[in-house]
């Protein structure tokens, strides 16, 4: 979440700045998906107030508090604003339907992937039937090489009814 504090006649300390960035930290534990939050404190006549628009997802929510002290004034516009999340999750749940327990099933993850060898090949042009030959000589269902007429890398593999197929780089 982006945070942006602006002070309008007044001196903005790191005081205040944190006092801010906490309270709109602790929205976050309401909703996770706050974009960005803007907190405009001022003072005018000894009236301090406190303003905070908040984005979240598709929906801005706005709060703005008065009082004689600037802690109490941001204390009332998160206490509003609080309210306006707690409101905003409540439909937003209601509308999504409700969350599953998905506490009893296990998640079926494919099998790691590692590798046990990795080789060097030297690449050499050469026709397909030579390549089928090194990889029949070697023992392998698939080799790499670089085609003598075209001048691509091509890959040669075996198929289960024992023909051969051929993957060439196209683009698209």
Aim: charged share 30%; hydrophobic share 40%.
């Amino acid at each position: 979440m982006r945070v942006h504090i602006v002070a309008r006649k007044l001196r903005l300390t790191d005081t205040i700045k944190d006092f801010i960035e906490a309270k709109l930290l602790k929205l976050g534990e309401y909703l996770d998906n706050i974009v960005w939050a803007q907190a405009i404190v001022s003072v005018e006549k000894k009236i301090h107030t406190a303003e905070v628009i908040l984005h979240a997802g598709h929906q801005t929510m706005k709060a703005s508090a008065q009082s004689d002290d600037l802690y109490s004034a941001i204390d009332k516009v998160m206490s509003k604003m609080e309210i306006q999340v707690k409101k905003y999750k409540e439909r937003h749940a209601r509308h999504r339907g409700p969350e599953m327990d998905l506490s009893g099933f296990t998640t079926l993850v494919g099998p790691e992937i590692r590798f046990s060898v990795v080789k060097d090949v030297p690449i050499k042009p050469q026709g397909r039937e030579d390549a089928v030959v090194e990889m029949e000589k070697l023992g392998y269902n698939f080799w790499l090489f670089l085609d003598k007429e075209s001048k691509q890398m091509r890959v040669v593999f075996k198929r289960l009814d024992s023909t051969y197929g051929l993957l060439q780089p196209v683009k698209k």
